[in-house]
T-cell receptor
Framework: GQQLNQSPQSMFIQEGEDVSMNCTSS?????WLWYKQDPGEGPVLLIA?????ELTSNGRLTAQFGITRKDSFLNISASIPSDVGIYFC?????????????FGRGTQLTVWP | EADIYQTPRYLVIGTGKKITLECSQT?????MYWYQQDPGMELHLIHY???????EKGDLSSESTVSRIRTEHFPLTLESARPSHTSQYLC?????????????????FGPGTRLTVL
């Protein structure tokens, strides 16, 4: 199956700082999804990207679909304590129309007040 | 807000018990999925379903079984629970990609069931 590599694995930042994380794949993706998981909850979809080069924002979050189609980036500006959680990138199986997703291992974000 | 529900949220049981984890969605999605996730770790697909009476095993071998008798319902069953089954189980669903519905790759997750087998 597809392999998604997320980095960094964890981040410890101070409130107000900006955050950047990325995800790379071993093959081309047609879609990139970014999810956030709060402790003890299920992942929630933050941003969906469908076109190479696309830059999409959702509040303080901005994500980009890399032009090589093998990577994606998520930025969080002016972090706040509620940004704490695990951020996952995900992409669908290219050979499938059935919606199966492959997930990265996640970036654990900790925000100090 | 996605309308997908899981019960129970937390379950602590003894070894050898049979359990069923419930998952229901009210969005009319054809596709449903079960993932297993250890704390702070990646998600592993254990089962998925394309629609009623369709189920497939995922990437991670699991001793659990699933059924899909109704579109909205996708329960997962462990016939004899063991400590190695201790984990978080997440259910998700996605649409078929028809006009007016979200793209087929966008999966919506339930809140999860935290299972502990003693």
């Amino acid at each position: 199956g597809q392999q998604l590599n997320q980095s960094p694995q964890s981040m410890f930042i101070q409130e107000g700082e900006d955050v950047s994380m990325n995800c790379t794949s071993s093959s081309i993706f047609n879609t990139w999804l970014w999810y956030k998981q709060d402790p003890g909850e299920g992942p929630v979809l933050l941003i969906a990207l469908y076109k190479a080069g696309e830059l999409t924002s959702n509040g303080r979050l901005t994500a980009q679909f890399g032009i090589t189609r093998k990577d994606s980036f998520l930025n969080i500006s002016a972090s706040i304590p509620s940004d704490v959680g695990i951020y996952f990138c995900a992409g669908p199986d290219r050979g499938s129309t059935l919606g199966r997703l492959y997930f990265g291992r996640g970036t654990q974000l900790t925000v100090w007040p | 807000e996605a309308d997908i529900y899981q019960t129970p949220r937390y379950l602590v049981i003894g070894t050898g018990k049979k359990i069923t984890l419930e998952c229901s969605q009210t969005m009319g999605h054809d596709k449903m999925y079960w993932y297993q996730q250890d704390p702070g770790m990646e998600l592993h697909l254990i089962h998925y379903s394309y629609g009623v009476n369709s189920t497939e095993k995922g990437d991670l071998s699991s001793e659990s079984t699933v059924s899909r008798i109704r579109t909205e319902h996708f329960p997962l069953t462990l016939e004899s629970a063991r400590p190695s089954h201790t984990s978080q189980y997440l259910c998700a669903s996605s649409a078929t990609g028809l006009a007016g519905s979200p793209p087929p790759n966008e999966q919506f997750f339930g809140p999860g069931t935290r299972l502990t087998v003693l």
